[in-house]
């Protein structure tokens, strides 16, 4: 993947920032872990009230671990003042996740100063090895920050 020009050289401090404004983050105990431009790791360790009937993390919880790491590895390339918002999230499950650690990695594919394509995988770590449990592509939108 070839290595993009972040246009705010502040992009570091205005994701974190942004991350840790965000309710539904900490809801679901998300953690940032990764940012560089275009780049952006987000985990989130099981908690059994993230759970469906059958004991695997709801689908919800992991597209939305998702869609937030690929929002956030486009908002390390807009414009200062800009903000980001999904404008359209195709996933597809490869299987469910169980108990343990979901890492969601946003790569940006192509960006724009309008629109930004970003690939997002979803693996589960825990004592079995890392299985991969989810994958997409995000159209993110640049908008004017409120």
Known sequence: MPGFQPRDANYRTRVTESFEQQPFARFVGSELR????GMVDIALPFMPELAQQDGYVHGGVITSIADAAAGFAAL?????GAGVL????????????????????????K???????VQVDVTEQNSDGVKHVLTGIVT??????Q
């Open 34 to 37: 990764r940012v560089e431009a």
């Open 76 to 80: 390390t390339l807009v414009a200062a």
């Open 86 to 109: 999904t404008a359209e999230l195709k996933v597809n499950f490869l299987r469910p996740a169980g108990t343990g650690l979901l890492l969601a990695e946003g790569r940006v594919v």
């Open 111 to 117: 960006p724009g100063r309008t629109l930004t394509i």
């Open 140 to 145: 993110v939108m640049a908008v004017d920050s």
